[in-house]
């Protein structure tokens, strides 16, 4: 009987990154240390001795300090499955969990799925920085999450199959799908109303307003104005889109003309607000009620409750993957879909003081 030997985490790490380095994950170069380490949960010494043994192995070269290293594959061996580059909004530390078990749920159906090296915020949403990744990107087809309209409208004309994960992807020729955020919101500002607030602001990312506001952002001012509200810059305010421009619109908004609730379009702008209005001596929803239109796993933990949008975002990954499974098998597929979505009352909203 063979004696049963023990691997260490260094033995299981290198497996690891063989077997997805053959069944053709990454392309061209390894993502580096750091990217690895944040994305398998473990140290860096650990990623770097197993980095290390391929390299010995001839699986992976050196090409100078600080510089990734290059893949060899062996003679003759060919990676089978469709290579899908998933770009992020955010960089892959900053990303919900959900999409991660995405991409896995794409490599467990035979695909060859990966993040490229930088995401949107990184490129700065500039169509000239995201065109040269892509064209350097090895890939068959492309998921784009929150994308601007002139990112989405530049990635379709390249030729290659394109899913928009949420952002402005209404009127292209490419799959896609997005919570109903629209609907929801109309519901969230018919609370706010019906608690007696006029002086609502919705705050969102400049690729949510330029060059034109988006369907749901096109809807709460809608919404307003039927409630016999005026509406103007005020109610949808342009600003930089950074934690520093982001801060700035808030001062001001609350040095002249003090809404008495915000609508937040992510999690960390919440979060943001919430400690600003703190600073500022306002409490919520005493002074000013918040809603968040997405939802975030520390909204568990946090009270009162928060006011926000849901949506399952299980059937936004299972679209995804349908998509990939059709287009692998030569199948055209460019169906755009709404997951429904729900506004959930908290407790950071409240009826406005007389």
């Known amino acids: 009987m063979a004696q049963w030997q023990r691997l260490s985490t260094i033995d299981q790490f290198t497996a690891h990154l063989r077997s997805e380095i053959l069944s053709g994950r990454w392309t061209g170069v390894m993502p580096g240390v750091h990217r690895l380490a944040s994305e398998c949960g473990l140290n860096r010494k650990t990623v770097e001795a197993a980095l290390q043994r391929l390299e010995q192995e001839g ?15 062996p003679k003759g061996h060919t990676p089978t499955g469709l290579r899908v580059a998933i770009l992020l909004y ?61 990112v989405l409208e530049w990635i379709t004309e390249q030729g290659k199959p394109v899913f928009a994960l949420f952002g402005r992807q209404q009127g292209l020729r490419i799959a896609g799908t997005k919570p109903d955020k629209a609907t929801a919101l109309n519901v969230a500002t018919n609370h706010l109303i019906s608690l007696g607030h006029r002086r ?27 409630s016999g509200i005026q509406i103007s810059s005020y109610n949808l305010p342009d600003w930089e ?23 937040l379009s992510e999690p960390p702008m919440f979060f943001a607000a919430q400690q600003l209005l703190g600073n500022m001596g306002l ?17 568990e933990w946090c009270r009162p409750t928060v006011a926000y949008i849901r949506w399952d975002y299980r059937l936004v990954r299972r679209r995804v993957v349908r998509w990939a499974n059709n287009v692998a098998h030569g199948k055209e597929d460019r169906r755009q879909s709404f997951t429904k979505a729900e506004f959930v009352a908290g407790g950071t909203v409240g009826a406005l003081k007389v």
């Open 200 to 226: 609502i602001v919705l705050l969102t990312r400049p690729e949510r307003r330029v060059p034109e506001p988006g369907r749901a952002e096109r809807s709460f001012l809608e919404q307003l104005e039927m």
């Open 283 to 299: 409490r919520v929803p005493e002074d000013v009620s918040l809603v968040c239109t997405d939802d975030d796993w520390s909204f």
């Open 90 to 150: 955010e960089p892959l530390e900053l990303t919900e969990g959900w999409i991660v078990q995405m991409q896995h749920l794409l490599l467990e159906a035979g695909c060859r799925a990966f993040f490229p090296e930088k995401s949107l915020m990184e490129l700065q949403m500039d169509v000239r920085k995201v065109a040269r990744m892509v064209r350097k990107t090895e890939a068959d087809a492309w998921v784009v999450c929150a994308g601007s309209r002139d």
């Open 241 to 263: 889109g950074t934690a520093e421009g982001f801060q700035q619109c808030l001062v001001s908004l609350f040095e002249k003309t003090p809404p008495t609730a915000l609508i």
């Open 59 to 73: 699986l992976l070269e050196g090409q100078g300090p600080g510089k990734r290293r290059r893949i060899v594959l």
